[in-house]
């Protein structure tokens, strides 16, 4: 963000639960105060049915099994890897029946600890275009927001490339790839359906929609990502519409996910983490975000 642009944001009401996600990348590249606390051990737990979170304390990592192998979402910072590791044996999985390991979007904070991650169980890394790109060079392209302010990550060796709304399979499983561009160009929202006997429900692992940026990369007037504000508009749109009984975010605080397992754990069981509006009131919050950000690059 440009100072201008700092300065307005000051006196802007940013949602709450958004609010950690507006300085993560704001700081000097190759520097991160938020790593290590992201970073903290997360004792991993069942969400519903055969999805379970395996990620560290601040970046998510989900893990949906079944008896024929199982998918991973994201790979937190590199230093993550060997935590999300030990959290799937903990949970008495093998990473050698992981087969697919996918992303929400490709920074350093949900991306890094892919390579590792995927040595570390042979799975195929599966990306749209824009991230496929960016998993395999180890570094965005200028068409990046957060290009120039952000570490790259360990490049990722092999990537299969996903459509927007490709499903993937892996036995009974069946996730689907929803392109949600805007705080990059790749970013990508899956969704598939868990069961716990009868009850089948929609979970949907948003990718991040914050108008966040390097200096002097502005929303309202980009010649190297033109299309970045109708993106975002499309992205709102397309997840405003998806149906949603189970939101997860590739930042745990984005959706409230400490409070809701607090709630599970107190009695609520599965039932806390179920919120069929979560889906439209994230993209509320980003719809706000992103006008106040507009208006103040139109204003300043
Ligand atoms: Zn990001």
Known sequence: MNGSIRRAFRTILVPAMLTTLAVAHDE???TC????AWNETQKPFRVYGNTYYVGVRGLSSIL???????????GGLAESAPKIAASVLELGFRMEDVKFILNSHVHFDHAGGIAELQRLSGAKVVASQSSAK????GHSGADDPQFGSIRGIPPVAHVKVVKDGETLTVGPLQLTAHLTPGHTPGGTTWTWKSCESERCLNVV??????????????????????SVLEDFENSFNKLDMLPCDILLTSHPDASDLWTRLEKHDHGAG???FVD???CRRLVAAAREWLQARVG???GG
Request: charged letters at 25%; aromatic letters at 8%; glycine letters at 6%.
């Open 205 to 226: 692992y948003a990718d991040s929609l914050t108008p966040v940026s390097a200096d002097g990369f502005l929303f309202t007037r980009n010649t190297v990502y033109p």
């Open 270 to 272: 599965a039932d806390a």
């Open 276 to 278: 069929p509006t979560a």
């Open 296 to 298: 103040a690059e139109r």
């Open 28 to 30: 000097a590249p190759g």
């Open 33 to 36: 105060k938020d790593c290590a």
């Open 134 to 137: 960016v998993l395999q060079e």
């Open 64 to 74: 949906v099994t079944s008896d024929r192998g199982h998918v991973l979402i994201d």
